[in-house]
């Protein structure tokens, strides 16, 4: 069965360096999603891609961050200067349609900022 | 913004018995969405509720749509250790975003 992956699973980091997280979504879906989950807390939104460009973002989604999808394949999230509260699981999810937006997420990167 | 609520937070039930969660959101959703979070992994979909008062079945799990489309329900019959986990409503309002709620973390105890 198709899945989405990430990677790393885990990335140690020191305040005010610059992370990417990376994600393989699933190979014919065409909308992508970054989310966060701060342990033991609710999944949160923070951006979705379609088509090459940004359709929505949250107020979380900040000018710290921004999304690329370099090449067929891959989806990345950059966090230019992180800060100890970016701390957190990222997710990243796919869908196949904007009708039927069932989400696959990965298994998360967990970002950890010392 | 939007906000989607969930109770209980927690919930411990014996093997056997019955699991309900509810979910509210503070506008109408388009659809609604269901996940399960194992503890330690990723949301896993379950279902997606779209017309009013719409009603799905899972084997054990009953899912409800509101007819005002901003609250839903979860319902587990004869819970099992299986279903230990988070669940999770999320609601899309219009886009494809979604607004995950605040969670439900169910511990089945034998």
């Known amino acids: 069965e198709p899945e989405v992956t990430q990677t790393p699973s885990h990335q140690v980091t020191q305040m005010g360096q610059e992370v990417i997280l990376r994600c393989v979504p699933i190979s014919n879906h065409l909308y992508f999603y970054w989310y966060r989950q701060i342990l033991g807390q609710k999944v949160e939104f923070l951006v979705s891609f379609y088509n090459n460009e940004i359709s929505e973002k949250s107020e979380i989604f900040d000018d710290q961050f921004s999304v690329e999808r370099p090449d067929g394949s891959n989806f990345t999230l950059k966090i230019r200067s992180t800060k100890l509260e970016d701390s957190a699981m990222y997710f990243c999810a796919s869908s196949v349609s904007r009708a039927y937006n069932e989400q696959f997420f990965g298994p998360g990167t967990r970002l950890t900022v010392l | 913004g939007q906000q989607v609520m969930q109770i209980p937070q927690y919930q411990h039930v014996q093997e056997g018995e019955d699991f309900t969660t509810y979910c509210n959101s503070s506008t109408t959703l388009s659809n609604i969405q269901w996940y399960k979070q194992r503890p330690g992994g990723h949301p896993v979909f379950l279902i997606q509720?779209?017309?009013?008062?719409e009603v799905k079945k899972q084997k054990r799990l009953t899912f409800q749509f509101g007819e005002a489309k901003k609250n839903s329900s979860l319902h587990i019959t004869a819970t099992q250790t299986t279903d230990v986990g988070t669940y999770f409503c999320a609601g899309a309002g219009g886009g494809n975003k979604l607004t995950f709620g605040t969670g439900t973390q169910l511990k089945v105890e034998l």
């Open positions: 509720l779209v017309k009013s008062g």
